[in-house]
């Protein structure tokens, strides 16, 4: 089996979320490593987690640092080979240090970006993750979202369900989607309902 996109699954705090999206071979897990965060995930948690999985590639996922410090933090984390991080100036600092980068903006922001400056990034290799705090899309969403995408590759992470999932892809262009990863109601236990719904309208045979 494999998916038929790109899929990045955003803040992973538990062994059993990162083994089951591993097994559903998702393309990245996505940590946070500010030490302020709220999923915030220490080097040893980090290591006790990633050590028993095996296929996708990690993100350390960043708001607040500057390169200095992202890099600095990556010191504690070397198997992360992806830098996604919520301000574009770090990870134009970054660039060429040998990592994948991820932009995470919020739809207000897609709408005012000028193309050229998407262009540019996207020459960088920079993936764009939209995010929002709406729930659905509307169809102003969608316009702003499929102008960017035609320009620059795009993980969309607001508005995913497992019945639009096939046909946002399709529509808005997109390189792939982004998908939350939950916490834990006791350790092994979980309610892996939507995110399992959603990964399986994207199985394809191989």
């Not at 193309?115 to 939209?130: C, M, Q, R, T, Y």
Request: charged share 30%; proline share 2%; aromatic share 8%.
């Amino acid at each position: 089996m494999a998916l038929s996109t790109f899929v990045k699954i955003s803040g992973i705090t538990n062994l059993s979320d990162a083994r089951y999206c591993a097994g559903m071979y998702v393309d990245l897990l996505g940590f946070t490593l500010e030490g302020d965060g709220d999923k915030f995930i220490s080097s040893t948690k980090f290591e006790e987690i990633t050590g028993w999985v095996s296929g996708p590639e990690f993100v350390g996922e960043f708001e607040s640092y500057t390169a200095d410090e992202v890099l600095e933090t990556l010191k504690n984390y070397p198997s992360v080979k992806w830098i996604e991080h919520d301000r574009i100036e770090p990870l134009a600092d970054i660039e060429g240090k040998g990592y994948g980068l991820i932009y995470k903006m919020d739809l207000e922001e897609v709408r005012h970006i000028e193309l050229e400056v998407a262009e540019k990034l996207n020459e960088s290799g920079i993936i764009f993750h939209i995010t929002s705090d709406h729930e659905e899309l509307d169809e102003a969403d969608h316009k702003a979202i499929q102008v960017i995408s035609e320009n620059c590759r795009v993980i969309l992470g607001v508005g995913i369900t497992a019945e639009n999932v096939q046909q946002l892809v399709s529509e808005l262009s997109l390189y792939g989607i982004s998908l939350t990863g939950g916490v834990e109601i006791t350790p092994g236990l979980k309610d892996f309902d939507e995110l399992a719904d959603i990964l399986e309208a994207l199985e394809v045979e191989d």
